[in-house]
């Protein structure tokens, strides 16, 4: 599981730009934000952290990969 578990790491972090997730933040907002305090919650909802363009579009881009590689591992 070490090969294909390093091929996703490496493949998101080239797709995305960062792997930790304030990080990737500063990328698609311009800044991070602490999601547990209700203010900056706040900011990072009006800035479009859960739009489509936001935080799904990440995870959605890293569902994929880790489906590519499974698929590929299946022989399919």
Do not use: N, W
Not at 51 to 60: A, D, L, M, Q
Request: hydrophobic residues 40%; proline residues 5%.
């Amino acid at each position: 599981s070490m090969v294909p578990a390093r091929e996703l790491y490496l493949a998101f972090q080239k797709e995305v730009g960062h792997t930790v997730c304030y990080e990737v933040h500063k990328l698609l907002f311009g800044r991070e934000f602490r999601l547990y305090d209700p203010e900056e919650f706040k900011a990072f909802e009006e800035a479009g952290g859960h739009s489509p363009e936001g935080c799904p579009s990440v995870v959605y881009k890293g569902a994929k990969l880790a489906a590519d590689i499974l698929l590929r591992l299946q022989g399919r």
